[in-house]
């Protein structure tokens, strides 16, 4: 009996970890003036990353709309993001 009320205290509280080492990178903006690898760009430092990291002019053109939802998808790859 005391083992279950240990296993069920300690699945729970083991089940955290994951979430907590998750929020260890908040975010990541891509390095474009790097190479590009395998994985993907490097991320920029902190320190440096600015408000125009986050903008792309691509957005604010309407793209054609679906027809049953009346809603439209626009596309952006990290190669439109210029530095």
Known sequence: ?????ILLVLVPLLSLLPFNLALTQDFCV?????????????????????????????LAAAGPSGYPFNTSTTFAFVDQFLP
């Open 1 to 5: 009996m005391a083992k279950a009320q």
């Open 30 to 58: 891509a390095d474009l003036n790097s190479s590009d690898t395998p994985a993907g760009y490097p991320c920029k430092p902190k320190a440096s990353v600015t408000a125009n990291d986050f903008h792309y002019s691509g």
